[in-house]
C-alpha cells in the first residue's frame, strides 16, 4: 500500500510499504476513506529530531473497517468509523476519567508506535476504546466535517472547556488555524456572548466570522492586549483559548485574560518555560489545558455535526490525492491552505 514518509526538514514522500495488517486480537484495520494534515504535523515538516525520520505519518481519518482481531466487539466490518489522533484502551482510570491521551496502554498514530493514517489503510489499536462508528455512508457529504472529530473539532472544543467558556461569557482564540477556527464553533455552541479572534489572515478571520466570531483583532503583543482591553470593558476577557504554543502568543494570551479568567492551551508548546507567570499569578489566570483527549468528546459533538447546527468541516480548503500530500504540507506551511483534507 502507499503512505506518507518523512523523510528530511521539507520533504515528504508517499511511498509502496508493506499492507498494514491486524497485530494484536484488539485491532481494527481501517481502509482510509478521508485522512488529514495537521497543522501540528508541520513540526516534524519544518524541524524533524532524528526520531522523527522515516516516521509516516497522520493521525486524523475516518474509514472503513476491513478486518477486526478476535477480541474486537464494537466495530464491525464494513462500518464506517472515526479515529481520533490517540489511541486508548477505554477500560483504565484516566479513560474513565476523560484523559484518554493518558490511557495507560494508549499512544498517537503517527509515532514509532503505532502507523500514520495519510495512507491507504490503518492499523488500530485497541479498536473498542478507540473508533467511534459512524451512521453515514462513506460518500456522505458531511464526511469533512465528521473528519474534524479526529483531532481539530474536538481540540477546539477541549480548549473552550479548559478556558471555562460558558452562557454569556467574553472568549478570545489566539491564533487563526483550524484549531483556532473550531475553537470559534466550540466557544459559540458553549453559549459564549463576544468572541473575538486573534489573527492575521483575512481569509481566516472572514471564516472565524462566518462561524461566529463577534470581532477580529489583527494586532499582535502589547498593541492586541490594548485592542482586546478596548473590545471588553478595559478588563479582558473571562476566557482564552490559546492555539498555536509559541511564547509571544502565551504571553498574548494571558495578558487579555481578565482577573480570574482563564487559559486553555492547546497549541503544542515550543516553549520551555511558561511565559508570563508573573502576570498569570497577580491575576489569579488558570491556566490549563494539553494534548486535547478528543475521544471523550467525539459521541457529545457528533450529533451536532450530524444536525448540520456546526459545520467544522468548513476548515478545509484544500482536498489532496495522496501523490499530493507533499504539496499540500508545502501549502500549509506556506499558509496558503487552512487545512488539507487527504482523499486516498
Ligand atoms: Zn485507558
Redesign the pocket.
Known amino acids: 500500500m502507499r503512505a506518507t514518509v518523512l523523510h528530511a526538514a521539507g520533504d515528504v514522500r508517499i511511498e509502496n510499504v508493506p499492507d498494514a495488517t491486524l497485530i494484536e486480537p484488539t485491532d481494527a484495520l481501517v481502509v482510509i476513506s478521508r485522512a488529514a494534515i495537521c497543522g501540528s504535523d508541520l513540526w516534524p515538516y519544518k524541524t524533524p529530531e532524528q526520531a522523527d525520520i522515516g516516521r509516516r505519518l497522520g493521525h486524523e481519518a475516518v474509514g472503513v473497517v476491513e478486518a477486526i482481531g478476535a477480541e474486537v466487539r464494537t466495530a464491525k466490518v464494513g462500518d464506517l468509523v472515526v479515529m481520533p489522533w490517540a489511541y ?5 482510570e ?2 474513565h476519567q476523560g484523559l ?1 491521551t493518558s ?4 499512544g498517537v498514530f503517527g509515532t514509532d508506535e503505532v502507523d500514520g493514517a495519510q495512507a491507504e489503510a490503518v492499523r488500530v489499536p485497541h479498536a473498542d ?1 478507540t473508533l467511534v462508528v459512524l451512521p453515514v455512508d462513506e460518500d456522505d457529504a458531511l464526511l469533512p466535517s465528521l473528519l474534524t472529530l479526529s483531532d481539530v473539532m474536538g481540540t477546539g472544543h477541549y480548549a473552550a472547556l479548559a478556558a471555562n467558556v460558558a452562557d454569556g461569557k467574553r472568549v478570545a482564540i489566539v491564533g487563526d488555524g483550524a484549531v483556532g477556527l473550531c475553537g470559534v464553533i466550540a466557544a459559540r455552541r458553549l453559549g459564549a456572548e463576544q468572541i473575538i479572534i486573534l489573527g492575521r489572515h483575512p481569509d481566516r478571520t472572514a471564516l472565524a466570522r462566518e462561524l461566529g466570531a463577534t470581532d477580529v483583532v489583527s494586532e499582535r503583543g502589547e498593541e492586541a492586549v490594548e485592542r482586546v482591553r478596548g473590545l471588553t470593558d478595559g478588563f479582558g476577557v473571562h476566557s482564552v483559548l490559546e492555539c498555536v504554543g509559541l511564547t509571544d502568543s502565551m504571553r498574548t494570551a494571558i495578558g487579555i485574560a481578565r482577573p480570574g479568567g482563564a487559559v486553555g492551551r492547546v497549541g503544542w508548546p515550543q516553549y520551555e518555560i511558561m511565559p508570563a507567570s508573573q502576570p498569570a499569578f497577580f491575576d489569579n489566570v488558570t491556566v490549563s489545558g494539553g494534548p486535547a483527549p478528543i475521544r471523550a468528546y467525539i459521541e457529545e459533538l457528533l450529533p451536532d455535526v450530524l444536525q448540520g447546527r456546526i459545520e467544522p468541516g468548513r476548515v478545509f480548503d484544500r482536498i489532496a490525492r495522496l501523490d499530493d500530500v507533499p504539496d499540500g504540507y508545502r501549502a500549509m506551511n506556506d499558509r496558503e491552505a487552512i487545512k488539507v483534507m487527504v482523499r486516498p
Open positions: 486508548s484502551d477505554g477500560k483504565c484516566f479513560c484518554q490511557c495507560v496502554q494508549g476504546g
